[in-house]
């Protein structure tokens, strides 16, 4: 996996969702999942997370989330390592990637919700 840790040029962990949320409304067949990890209270320790993505809102498959979809599904401090563009509506028995894994960031392009994107 590719880390993407924050820098100067990343949008917040807040924003990024956002405006990925906002893509995926445009995109009713495509689910995103956004892998990472978050800082637990102890140093240097962390918990990985799994995020998805899909016709604008983010619901997190590993932690619970608040039901105030104005809240972010992520800690300031989440960690986005990767993601993956998933073909949408999910079906666990037959999930097919389209594109990924790759910075979250790349999807900040509503193009590369098309799933040519290589991983």
Partial sequence: MTDTTPDAASPSVAALLAALEEISRQRPDRVLRLVGTLPLPE????????????????????????????????????????????AGPL???????????????????????EGTAGG
């Fill in 43 to 86: 140093p240097g320790e962390d918990e990985p997370f799994e995020l998805l993505i899909f016709r604008g809102f983010s619901s997190s498959v590993t932690h619970p989330t608040a039901f105030d979809p104005d809240q972010p599904a992520l800690p300031a401090s989440a960690r986005i390592a990767a993601a993956e563009l998933l």
């Fill in 91 to 113: 079906n666990p028995s037959d999930e097919r990637r389209l594109a990924g894994p790759l910075p979250a960031e790349t999807f900040l392009d509503p193009g590369a919700w």
